[in-house]
């Protein structure tokens, strides 16, 4: 870590100079503006103009690249907050299809990105999201709400023997993708630029790795609801071969498993350090509710039974994720001062 000395200019103004390696970097020169951002902890984050006005962009050169690699390669510079993507050819060469039908298959999977451009050698795709319209919290909500509808069209699904319900479940997948997809490029953005981070509702980025945590929590419960819908789709009259009263007991394991997902990000997004102490108190009232509903279970085929046990072991998975994501909620909660707690 460098260190300067505080120099006195004036009866009340005290400074110290930049180092001349970062101004350089930032083309930062005499005269020019900086900007100044106090966080926690003391902290004081200098800023080039630049940071807030350039619109960053990035190449994609598509030689030595197959389509899936051009594809996430357009979705990382994406997350990495990318304005405007391009994807090249070789100097004198064309794009091949392939590569043309990845970055429009990018396309349908990210939030406000549209092709701007396109040559035979070059495409240019621009993001249109504006960071201000979005904040992290409400980003959360509604990853947290879009993962539970599925999870509740897909258990629906199996209890009544519709598959409709279930291919609505699954055509929500790509809509939580897109929210994951969306909330990575705003931590990311938001870790760059800290201006950022108090206009997606943050006061500064210390919570943008619990952030990132929960985020992937989540993608991960809309995983698991994605499960149980092909199971619905998949297993014959896309039902379980279970009695009316177990399938009682799954839907209300359902229901507990909701309310957990929901307070979980609850708890994260209000720093309520009693709401993470609920999460788990739920979570024990579950207990071992997957391996009780197994055992008393009658005696079936063994596809049947691991049909039940997949859709239990998806909902399992999904409180364990929502515990997680309350731990990260606990963190948050206790670096603010509280009933619970005093920072000196």
């Not at 705003?186 to 760059?192: G, K």
């Not at 979570?283 to 197994?294: A, N, S, T, V």
């Amino acid at each position: 870590m460098e260190t300067r000395k505080v120099q006195r200019l004036g009866p009340s103004t005290l400074a110290m100079t930049l180092p001349a390696e970062w101004a350089s970097a930032h083309d930062v020169e005499k005269g020019d503006e900086v900007s100044l951002r106090m966080g926690g902890k003391g902290t004081l984050t200098v800023m080039p103009e630049s940071v807030q006005t350039e619109e960053s962009e990035a190449i994609i050169h598509a030689e030595n690249l197959d389509a899936a690699s051009v594809e996430r390669a357009i979705v990382a510079q994406y997350v990495l907050g990318r304005r405007v993507i391009h994807v090249e050819a070789p100097e004198g060469e064309t794009l091949e299809s392939s590569h043309i039908n990845a970055v429009y298959n990018a396309e349908t999977q990210l939030m406000g990105l549209g092709v701007i451009e396109e040559t035979p050698d070059r495409i240019a795709i621009r993001c249109s999201v504006d960071p201000e319209d979005f904040t992290l919290n409400n980003l959360l909500e509604r990853l947290e709400s879009t993962g539970s509808t599925m999870r509740n069209e897909a258990v629906k699904s199996l209890a009544h023997g519709n598959p409709d319900l279930a291919q609505r479940a699954l055509n929500r997948e790509r809509q939580a993708n897109k929210i994951f997809v969306l909330l990575l490029r705003l931590i990311f953005t938001a870790y760059q630029n800290p201006n950022l981070a108090r206009a997606i509702g943050l006061n500064d980025g210390f919570p943008l790795i619990g952030y990132r945590s929960i985020a992937k929590n989540l993608e991960l419960t809309a995983d698991n609801a994605e499960d149980i819908a092909e199971i619905a789709l998949e297993t014959e009259d896309h039902s379980l071969n279970v009695d009316s009263s177990t399938m009682r007991r799954i839907r209300e394991f359902t229901d507990q498993v909701n309310d957990i997902t929901e307070l979980a990000v609850q708890a994260a997004v209000d720093r309520n350090y009693d709401t993470a102490i609920q999460v788990r108190e739920l979570y024990k009232d579950i207990g071992d509710k997957e391996h009780e509903i197994l055992d008393d279970l009658p005696e079936m085929d063994n596809e049947a039974l691991l049909e039940v046990r997949e859709v239990l072991v998806s909902l399992q998975q999904t409180a364990e994720f929502a515990v997680r994501s309350a731990e990260i909620a606990t963190n948050l909660a206790l670096n603010e001062e509280s009933e619970h707690t005093t920072i000196e």
